[in-house]
C-alpha cells in the first residue's frame, strides 16, 4: 500500500511539474494561467511538505484534476479549442477544483502538524543552484507560512529572510511570484509580534532593490508599514522604518506615506525622549526624503519639526546627531523663511556647541555640523555676525589645525567661504591669525587644498590690516614667489597666486618686499614666456618709477 501510495505520489508531482513548465508556453488567457499555475505550484509545494501516506487519499482526485488541465492546456497551446467563452468557463471549472485541492491539503497539513509536531523540510538549494530548485524551495517556504502554526512560520520567514540576504536571484524570484508578495504584506498587518518583525526584516531586504519598490507599494504595503511604526514592537518599527527610508528614496511614494499618516507618526518617534537612534536615525532619513515634496514640508514646519530637532542635536548618541543635523539642512535649504527660523530659534548656537572642541563627538559628526553650518549660516551678513560673536573664528582655526584632514580640508572651504560673506569675517579670521595657516596649505600635495587655500588668502589680503600683518612675516611673500616657479609642478594655481601679490603691491612695504625677494625672478619669467597676462600687469605694476631702477638692479644680476 505505501508503495502505491508513494508511486502515486510521484507521479502526480511529475504531472503537475510538466505542466508548470508547459503552461509557460500558452499566450492565450494569460491572466487565467497565471493564477492556475499559482495554484499549481501551490501543490507541488504541500506535496514535498507532506508525506505519501497522509496525501494518498487525495491524489487520485488530484491526478484527475491535473490531467483534465493537461489537456485543456495541450487546447490554449495550440488554439484547438472551439469558442473563447467555452475555453474560459472550463478554465474557470479547473481553477476551482485546484483551490479546493490546496485547501485540502493545507487541512492535511496543519493537522498532521499540530498531532506530530513536524514536517518534511525541503533543503536550502546549494550555491549555484537552478532557478527551478530555488522556486522549489520558496513554494515550500510560502507553503509553511500559510498552512504552519507560529513556529513554523517564524522559521520559514527567518529562512526566507536569509536567501534574500545572501542572494539576490531569490529577491527576484520572490517578487515574480506576486502571492509571495501579497502573503508577506498580510503578514504585517497581523496580530502575531514575531511573524510581523520576521516579515518586515523581508519586506525591508526587498524594498532595497528599486525595481522592486514598486511591485512593494503597488501590493498595499505602505499601511501596515505606518500601523507598524504606530503600534508595532521595537524591532518591528525599526524593520519598519528603514523600509519606508528605502521606499522613500523614490519620491513618487511620499505621497502615500503622507496620506497614511506617516508624517505624523514619524514626528512623534523623534519627539519621544524614549526611542533610540537605531530607530530615530532612519525615521529622520524618512522626514528628510519626504521633504522634497514641498506642500508636506509645510505640514512638517508647521508642526513643529525644527524645533524637535534642534533638540535632538543636543543627543549624546551620534546618529540621532548627524541624522537631526541633515534633516534640519534639507527643511531650510533653499527656503529663506524656515532658515530664518532655525536661527531664531538658536540653531547656530547648537551647531557651534556640538563644533566646540571639548564636546565629545566623532569626526564624521563635526564634519557634518561643519556643513550644516556652511549651508545655513552663510547667506546673510546679520547670520554671519552672529557666529563670529559666538567664537566660530576661533573654532574652525582649531579644526584647521588639529584636525584629521578631511575636516581641515572642509575648514579651509568654510573659511573661503567665510571670507566671501563679508569684510567683518575677513578682518576676523586676520586677527586670529588664520593667514599663517593658510599659507602652510599652499605648498600641500592635494591640488583641491591648494587652491582653497589661495582662494581664502586672496580674500583676506584684499582688507588693509591683514595686509600689513601679512608682509610682516618674510617668509610669507618668498613662499609665495617661490611657488610662481615656471618650472614648480607643486604649486597652486598662479593666477590666485599673482591676485594676493597684486593687492600686496597697495601698500610700500609689500612692494619693497616682493622685489627685493630672491624669487622675484619667477614673475618675470612668468611674463616673458607669456605664460600669463596677470604676471604682465603685475611688472607693470611694479615698473613705476620709484621702483624701476631696484627691479633692474634685481632682475638683470
Known amino acids: 500500500m505505501a508503495d502505491t501510495a508513494g508511486s502515486g505520489h510521484r507521479r502526480v508531482m511529475t504531472l503537475i511539474s510538466s505542466l508548470i513548465s508547459l503552461s509557460l508556453s500558452i499566450r492565450v488567457f494569460a491572466g487565467k494561467w497565471q493564477l492556475i499555475r499559482s495554484r499549481l505550484e501551490e501543490l507541488c509545494s504541500a506535496f514535498v511538505a507532506g508525506d505519501s501516506a497522509s496525501l494518498s487519499s487525495e491524489i487520485p482526485a488530484i491526478t484527475g484534476t491535473v490531467e483534465e488541465c493537461h489537456e485543456l492546456a495541450r487546447r490554449c497551446l495550440d488554439l484547438s479549442y472551439s469558442g473563447k467563452l467555452l475555453m474560459q468557463s472550463d478554465l474557470d471549472v479547473t481553477l476551482g477544483k485546484l483551490e479546493a485541492h490546496v485547501k485540502k491539503l493545507s487541512e492535511i497539513f496543519k493537522k498532521r502538524v499540530s498531532m506530530h509536531g513536524y514536517a518534511v523540510v525541503v533543503s536550502r538549494p546549494g550555491f549555484g543552484a537552478c532557478k527551478d530548485d530555488m522556486r522549489f524551495y520558496l513554494r515550500d517556504l510560502m507553503t ?56 518586515a526584516n523581508v519586506v525591508s531586504v526587498v524594498a532595497g532593490f528599486d525595481y522592486y519598490k514598486g511591485v512593494l507599494v503597488g501590493a498595499g504595503v505602505i499601511g501596515p508599514l505606518i500601523r507598524i511604526l504606530e503600534c508595532g514592537s521595537e524591532v518591528g518599527k525599526i524593520a519598519a522604518v528603514r523600509c519606508l527610508c528605502r521606499l522613500t528614496e523614490n519620491s513618487d511614494n511620499a505621497w502615500s506615506v503622507s496620506a497614511h499618516g506617516g508624517v505624523t507618526v514619524l514626528l512623534r518617534i523623534c519627539e519621544s525622549g524614549e526611542c533610540k537612534g537605531e530607530l530615530i536615525g532612519p525615521a529622520c532619513g524618512v522626514l528628510r526624503n519626504l521633504c522634497g515634496v514641498e506642500e508636506i514640508k509645510r505640514f512638517m514646519v508647521e508642526e513643529g519639526v525644527v524645533s524637535t530637532f534642534l533638540k535632538l542635536v543636543r543627543s549624546k548618541d551620534e546618529v540621532v546627531q548627524v541624522s537631526s543635523i541633515e534633516l534640519t539642512q534639507n527643511i531650510a535649504s533653499g527656503d529663506e523663511l524656515v532658515r530664518q527660523m532655525v536661527v531664531r530659534e538658536g540653531g547656530v548656537r547648537v551647531l557651534l556647541r556640538v563644533l566646540d572642541p571639548l564636546w565629545t563627538c566623532s569626526s564624521k559628526t563635526r564634519e557634518v555640523v561643519m556643513r550644516g553650518i556652511e549651508n545655513l549660516c552663510f547667506s546673510s551678513t546679520s547670520c554671519v555676525s552672529l557666529l563670529l560673536s559666538y567664537g566660530f573664528v576661533d573654532q574652525l582655526m582649531y579644526y584647521v589645525r588639529n584636525g584629521e584632514v578631511s575636516i581641515q580640508e572642509l575648514g579651509l572651504k568654510v573659511a573661503f567661504r567665510l571670507c566671501e560673506a563679508s569684510e567683518e569675517a575677513k578682518k576676523a579670521l586676520g586677527d586670529a591669525g ?53 618650472g614648480e609642478g607643486n604649486s597652486g594655481n598662479k593666477k590666485l597666486l599673482i591676485s594676493i601679490l597684486m593687492s600686496l603691491t597697495s601698500c610700500n612695504s609689500g612692494r619693497k618686499k ?22 604682465k600687469r603685475l611688472v607693470r605694476k611694479l615698473s613705476t618709477n620709484r621702483f624701476r631702477s631696484m627691479l633692474s638692479g634685481i632682475w638683470h644680476s
Request: glycine fraction near 4%; hydrophobic fraction near 50%.
Open 514 to 535: 616682493i622685489v627685493s625677494s630672491g624669487y622675484a625672478k619667477n614673475i618675470e619669467r612668468l611674463a616673458e614666456a607669456e605664460v600669463s597676462s596677470d604676471a
Open 144 to 199: 509553511r507560512m500559510k498552512v504552519g502554526d507560529l513556529g513554523i512560520r517564524k522559521q520559514a520567514l527567518m529562512n526566507l529572510h536569509e536567501v534574500v540576504v545572501e542572494d539576490d536571484k531569490y529577491v527576484k524570484l520572490v517578487v515574480e511570484a506576486s502571492e509571495f508578495v501579497h502573503l508577506l504584506v498580510d503578514f504585517l498587518g497581523c496580530d502575531e509580534v514575531e511573524i510581523v518583525e520576521e516579515a
Open 434 to 486: 588664520f593667514m599663517a595657516e593658510l599659507v602652510k596649505f599652499l605648498n600641500a600635495e592635494s591640488f583641491e587644498v591648494r587652491e582653497m587655500a589661495a582662494e581664502a588668502l586672496s580674500g583676506m589680503v584684499t582688507v588693509a590690516k591683514n595686509r600689513k600683518r601679512f608682509v610682516q612675516d618674510d617668509q610669507n611673500i618668498a613662499l609665495l614667489l617661490q611657488l610662481l616657479d615656471p
